[in-house]
């Protein structure tokens, strides 16, 4: 069965540097998309960023674009997040999520249980 | 950015009966909307792909409709397994967005 599993997560300072990784199994890896969403405590869903399958193109939200760097490594099957600039509200519970493309959209159909990254003063 | 607005913000509602939660969506995207359940403490999962499409494994009382700017999620026969917040989502450009969440609470 499809399972992903985050780690790295933790506290760290403001301006501070995190890479969270995200082990995937049970399918396929090479042949996904794959993407990072946060929740902030109490709040809904953000995405953060979405990388292709052949890891030809990445997109980032506005609120991570140039601070924040998604890459994959298919001979490992994991799924990176290299953070860095770190500010208080990029706190927040970290989930990865497989992609599935077709119709000119994506949608997530697995997610992670989640990790939480705590950015503090 | 495609916003999408979801109402109510906040259900309270009893065993057995249906609800309907709304997804707007500021443009055009056609049936490219998707539902997810979040239950307390765990994370998201896939109900409806492509406005109308159940998941796999999702229970027959869910399902979706809608298309363009206005989105719809029926729950028939509401289960208290079924307190969760729910939110809508889309991708046909970037950013991708989801809405604030609708949270049913169960009496």
């Known amino acids: 069965q499809v399972q992903l599993v985050e780690s790295g997560g933790g506290v760290v300072q403001t301006g501070g540097s995190l890479r969270l990784s995200c082990a995937a199994s049970g399918f396929t890896f090479s042949r996904y998309g794959m993407n990072w969403v946060r929740q902030a405590p109490g709040r809904g869903l953000e995405w953060v960023a979405i990388?292709?399958?052949?890891?030809?193109?990445?997109y980032y939200g506005d609120s991570v674009k140039g601070r924040f760097t998604i890459s994959r490594d298919d001979s490992k099957n994991i799924l990176y997040l290299q953070m860095n600039s770190l500010r208080a509200d990029d706190t927040a519970v970290y989930y990865c999520?497989?992609?599935?493309?077709?119709?000119?959209?994506?949608?997530?159909?697995?997610w992670g249980q989640g990790i939480l990254v705590t950015v503090s003063s | 950015e495609i916003v999408l607005t979801q109402s109510p913000d906040f259900q309270s509602v009893t065993p057995n009966e249906k609800v309907t939660i709304t997804c707007r969506a500021s443009?055009?995207?056609?049936?490219?909307l998707y539902w997810y359940q979040q239950r307390p403490d765990q994370s998201p999962k896939l109900l409806i792909k492509y406005a109308s499409q159940s998941f796999s494994g999702v229970p027959s009382r869910f399902s979706g409709s809608g298309s363009g700017t206005e989105f719809t999620l029926t729950i028939n026969g509401l289960e208290a397994e079924d307190a969760a917040t729910y939110y809508c989502?889309?991708?046909?450009?970037?950013?991708?967005?989801f809405g604030q969440g609708t949270r049913l609470e169960i009496k």
């Open positions: 999520a497989r992609d599935v493309a077709g119709r000119g959209s994506h949608y997530f159909d697995y």
């Open positions: 443009q055009n995207i056609d049936s490219s």
């Open positions: 990388i292709w399958h052949d890891g030809s193109n990445k």
């Open positions: 989502h889309q991708s046909t450009g970037f950013p991708i967005t």
